[in-house]
């Protein structure tokens, strides 16, 4: 278990072995996270965008422009109709 103390200004060290199992690096932003029972998760905020590849399963087909035109037309007016 890891342990850090709050400053006089609310600051706090993020442990190294913590910083080093979320890949954190400086400048990365990290999140706080209060669960419903009070207890705190610390999560990084900040991903690399490479993380983000295969995320998303490939389509069985690609939609051409007009079709992606199509939909978004069709989700804007359902929402200015809400």
């Given at each position: 278990m890891s342990e850090s103390t709050?400053?006089?200004k609310g600051q706090v060290?993020?442990?190294?072995?913590i910083r080093a199992r979320l890949h954190l690096q400086?400048?990365?932003r990290i999140r706080f996270l209060v669960d419903t029972d009070g207890?705190?998760?610390l999560a990084a905020a900040t991903?690399?965008?490479a993380a983000l590849r295969?995320?998303?399963?490939?389509?069985d087909k690609r939609a051409t422009l007009a079709e992606i035109e199509s939909a978004?037309?069709?989700?804007?007016?359902?929402?200015?109709r809400a």
């Open positions: 709050i400053s006089s060290t993020v442990p190294k072995a400086p400048g990365d207890a705190v998760r991903r690399d965008i295969n995320l998303l399963p490939r389509p978004v037309r069709k989700r804007v007016l359902k929402r200015a």
